[in-house]
T-cell receptor
Framework: SQKIEQNSEALNIQEGKTATLTCNYTNYSPAYLQWYRQDPGRGPVFLLLIRENEKEKRKERLKVTFDTTLKQSLFHITASQPADSATYLCALYNQGGKLIFGQGTELSVKP | DTGVSQDPRHKITKRGQNVTFRCDPISEHNRLYWYRQTLGQGPEFLTYFQNEAQLEKSRLLSDRFSAERPKGSFSTLEIQRTEQGDSAMYLC??????????FGQGTRLTVV
């Protein structure tokens, strides 16, 4: 069956450290993958898009990798801050033309 | 254009009533999506449009749900004969084909 799995447990890290979130998928052939941030009671906010032919993409303190052999994407936040605390969602754009989401990982950055 | 707009932000309705939500996408975007999200879960795909054509509807969506996108601009999602299990956040998103997808703030539905 098709699955998208993110770290199910909340990730707690200290301010200034690098947070690494994982997104694994099975039985998909995504054309690209997107990462979102979501705060409680609000819609997801787009962060980064990475295509299947790209290995890595960066934006300010954010870095995303995409390994189609491992069927995995890693999302890194460097020099994390308490304001980065939120739920982070990965979503695959499958060949069928829609975004399919993982369940999200809650990140908590402690001062 | 300031982004994807949804209305209302919150809706409380009695079981058995019909509700309708509206979504205004980013103006140049030809794709429009509807998702449903419950607490602790990721958004669940409901349906999507390419311009005015509804291209796919989730098998999870009962016949009580219907969506339209007349003229390929705004979209409406109607839920008939609401049930308590319909309580969720309903999210709308838009994109150019195969591009960055942007979400609205959602409509929180509570069925009592």
């Amino acid at each position: 069956s098709q699955k998208i799995e993110q770290n199910s447990e909340a990730l707690n890290i200290q301010e200034g450290k690098t947070a690494t979130l994982t997104c694994n998928y099975t039985n998909y052939s995504p054309a690209y993958l997107q990462w979102y941030r979501q705060d409680p009671g609000r819609g997801p906010v787009f962060l980064l898009l990475i295509r299947e032919n790209e290995k890595e993409k960066r934006k300010e303190r954010l870095k995303v990798t995409f390994d189609t052999t491992l069927k995995q994407s890693l999302f890194h936040i460097t020099a994390s801050q308490p304001a980065d605390s939120a739920t982070y969602l990965c979503a695959l754009y499958n060949q069928g033309g829609k975004l399919i989401f993982g369940q999200g990982t809650e990140l908590s950055v402690k001062p | 254009d300031t982004g994807v707009s949804q209305d209302p932000r919150h809706k409380i309705t009695k079981r058995g009533q019909n509700v309708t939500f509206r979504c205004d996408p980013i103006s140049e975007h030809n794709r429009l999506y509807w998702y449903r999200q419950t607490l602790g879960q990721g958004p669940e795909f409901l349906t999507y449009f390419q311009n005015e054509a509804q291209l796919e509807k989730s098998r999870l969506l009962s016949d009580r749900f219907s969506a339209e996108r007349p003229k390929g601009s705004f979209s409406t999602l109607e839920i008939q004969r609401t049930e308590q299990g319909d309580s969720a956040m309903y999210l709308c998103a838009s994109s150019l084909a195969e591009g960055e997808t942007f979400f609205g703030q959602g409509t929180r539905l509570t069925v009592v």
